[in-house]
């Protein structure tokens, strides 16, 4: 059974906007560090936002001021918010949860868990 599992994913055309989630509730571990990660065909996966548990976050350069990375722990979900999406940014994302403590970078080697992914298409 998976341990997160995200939602919100679709089509949406250039300029728009979408939120995804992610439900933590079956992760049994302290959610020290929890991050959205995204993947286009045929490419690296890339960590492109993290927020710790002091709900500091830490975003990729080609989001910052575009995406709103979020945690609800009284509800166990993680969101992310999309503005501006471009077509590029076509792809998977995941989402990413580790119970380590220590600064919440944005490195694939941070995260020991993962959801199956969600996918989000941006038509020009």
């Known amino acids: 059974q998976a341990k997160l599992v995200e939602s919100g994913g679709g089509s949406v055309q250039a300029r728009g906007s979408l939120t995804l989630s992610c439900d933590t509730s079956r992760f049994p571990y302290n959610k020290n560090c929890l991050g959205w990660f995204y993947q286009a065909p045929g490419k690296e996966r890339e960590g492109i936002a993290t927020i710790n548990k002091s709900d500091t976050p830490h975003y990729a350069p080609s989001v910052q001021g575009r995406f709103t990375i979020s945690r609800a722990d009284d509800a166990n979900m993680l969101y992310l918010q999309m503005n501006s999406l471009k077509p590029e940014e076509s792809g998977l994302y995941y989402c990413?949860?580790?119970?380590?403590?220590?600064?919440?970078?944005?490195?694939?080697?941070?995260?020991?868990?993962w959801g199956q992914g969600t996918q989000v298409t941006v038509s020009s």
């Open positions: 990413a949860a580790d119970w380590r403590g220590g600064y919440c970078h944005r490195g694939r080697s941070r995260f020991d868990y």
